[in-house]
């Protein structure tokens, strides 16, 4: 997603999504790698080596996937360890001083009971968009020296802008779009009998890069709010307003501006940081010929934190600054089997206990709009119980049956602080929930292995918010 929302996946299907990264809301396209649920859009963005497969269910997979999946739902599947002693390496290069490794390593470490599979990535390179200091760009005295006309708010001086940035050749401050990724796995499979198999699988990725490319094609000065902080602010304290003369005709150039904001005193650094890791265990147990009992448990945890400059422009129009942190807990039970040969049929429960917290701060036309910290946490509880069944009519025709019941609930607290060091919310608690049974209903035809005709009814929710 764009500079405003860190490392957030944007997933859509048939129209339905998220973009957006507040605790507020939640993914309309849940994302599940190794069947464990990846509780926010946020921070899964993943380097996933060794992918045997992915799935792309279209339409709501409430029943089998629960709340969110409303648009439909994404399922990664890794490749299991098998101690074949197989491995790779792969490294590349590209422009803006790309240099790309990965590689796997699959091992057996004690014959046929346990096997390893290690694998690792490193992705660099340079941004390619660059950000120009609009003083040196268009001319001295361009940005002014300083308010001359009008009255700057109480408390705030008259401000120049030139010599504010560091400018290196050619007018560059800085560049947005590079990438700095390091991720790491490790696979164990462990077969236990001949009806007992464990896989254990860690993974750990870090992030330190520049912000997205950010690209501002339009600036109305002439609107309402704008024009009212240009005369209140922006002409009266810097003596140049916010208006199309910080556009460029380059698509890969802009004028934005990190550093220290020289109206408020903040840092907004230009960085997109993450440290994102898990662990996850699966248990599998063939009860029987036609009956298998699978335990997945899985702990997750990320921080992401980010700057921005949103307005495109050396003026502190719109800068922010956020830190995001996760961290969740799922248990998944599934008993699953085959019944008078023509019933597959999959039963189970699912647990879902995460804590994130979202802090910061925001600045909209300061001295006019918004100047505020923030500091939002959320604790949430999911718990579901649900049964799916296909059978087989004949060959070539079938019907789905399948109902999950879910339970929902969310504990807030929301905190605001002004820069004026006035509270207007301060933590304030939240607490919400809901129950819904999610039905799904279906039938297909084969017409021969190339053509299937179906019809299908299913529902999905996608839980609250404030």
């Given at each position: ?10 997933a ?5 999504g ?17 069947d ?25 997979q ?5 709340k ?11 490749k ?27 091992v ?9 599979r ?14 120009l200091?609009?003083?040196?760009v268009?001319g ?9 006309t009008?009255?700057?708010?109480p ?11 560091n ?23 462990f077969v ?10 860690g ?9 997205p ?24 304290v ?5 208006d199309?003369r910080?556009?460029?005709n380059?698509?890969?150039?802009g004028?934005?501006?990190f ?20 662990v ?16 997945i ?11 921005r400059d ?12 956020d ?22 049929w ?9 804590t994130d917290?979202?802090?910061?701060f925001?600045?909209?036309y ?35 049956v ?29 607490s ?5 049974t ?15 005709t179906?019809?299908?009814y299913?529902?999905?929710?996608r839980?609250?918010?404030?």
């Amino acid at each position: 997603l764009g500079a405003g929302y860190g490392s957030t996946i944007a997933a859509f299907v048939r129209g339905i999504g998220l973009g957006d990264n507040s605790l507020s809301f939640e993914p309309g396209v849940p994302i599940y790698v190794d069947d464990v649920y990846m509780g926010r859009p946020q921070g899964t963005i993943l380097d996933l080596l060794d992918l045997e497969r992915v799935e792309v269910l279209r339409g709501p997979q409430g029943p089998l996937f629960g709340k969110n999946a409303v648009g439909g739902a994404v399922r990664m599947i890794s490749k299991k360890p098998t101690g074949d002693g197989a491995g790779y390496l792969e490294v590349g290069t590209g422009s803006y001083d790309r240099i790309d490794v990965r590689g796997s390593w699959d091992v057996s470490l004690v014959p046929d009971k346990l096997f390893a599979r290690l694998s690792g990535s490193s992705k660099k390179k340079d941004g390619y968009f660059t950000l120009l200091d609009y003083e040196c760009v268009i001319g001295p005295g361009s940005l002014g020296n300083g308010g001359t006309t009008g009255t700057p708010p109480p408390g705030v001086p008259r401000i120049s802008l030139r010599g504010l940035n560091n400018v290196g050749n050619d007018c560059v401050i800085g560049h947005l779009g590079g990438e700095d990724v390091q991720s790491a796995r490790a696979a164990l499979r462990f077969v236990a009998s001949d009806s007992v198999e464990v896989n254990f699988i860690g993974d750990f990725t870090h992030q330190n890069q520049q912000g997205p490319a950010d690209k501002y094609t339009f600036i109305n000065g002439a609107f309402p709010t704008t024009a009212t902080w240009n005369n209140n602010v922006a002409i009266p304290v810097f003596g140049v307003p916010y208006d199309e003369r910080f556009l460029t005709n380059d698509p890969y150039t802009g004028y934005g501006t990190f550093g220290i904001d020289p109206l408020i005193g903040r840092e907004v650094p230009n960085v997109n940081k993450v440290t994102h890791w898990g662990v996850s265990n699966t248990v599998e147990w063939s009860l029987s010929q036609n009956m298998g009992l699978k335990f997945i448990t899985a702990y997750r945890d990320f921080d992401n934190s980010f700057g921005r400059d949103s307005d495109g422009s050396p003026l502190p129009v719109n800068p922010t600054w956020d830190t995001t942190t996760h961290e969740q807990f799922t248990q998944e039970i599934q008993l699953s089997g085959v019944a008078f040969e023509k019933l597959d049929w999959t039963t189970g429960a699912f647990y879902y206990d995460a804590t994130d917290s979202n802090r910061g701060f925001v600045t909209l036309y300061p001295y006019l709009v918004q100047m505020q910290d923030t500091n939002d946490v959320q604790e949430t509880k999911n718990w579901a119980v649900f049964v799916h069944g296909i059978y087989r009519w004949t060959d070539k025709l079938s019907t789905t049956v399948g109902v999950r019941y879910t339970d929902d609930k969310k504990d807030v607290t929301i905190f605001r602080r002004n820069f004026d060091g006035t509270v207007p919310i301060n933590n304030a608690p939240l607490s919400f929930g809901s129950t819904r049974t999610s039905p799904k209903v279906g039938i297909d035809y084969k017409w021969s292995d190339t053509l299937m005709t179906y019809a299908l009814y299913s529902v999905g929710f996608r839980g609250g918010g404030f």
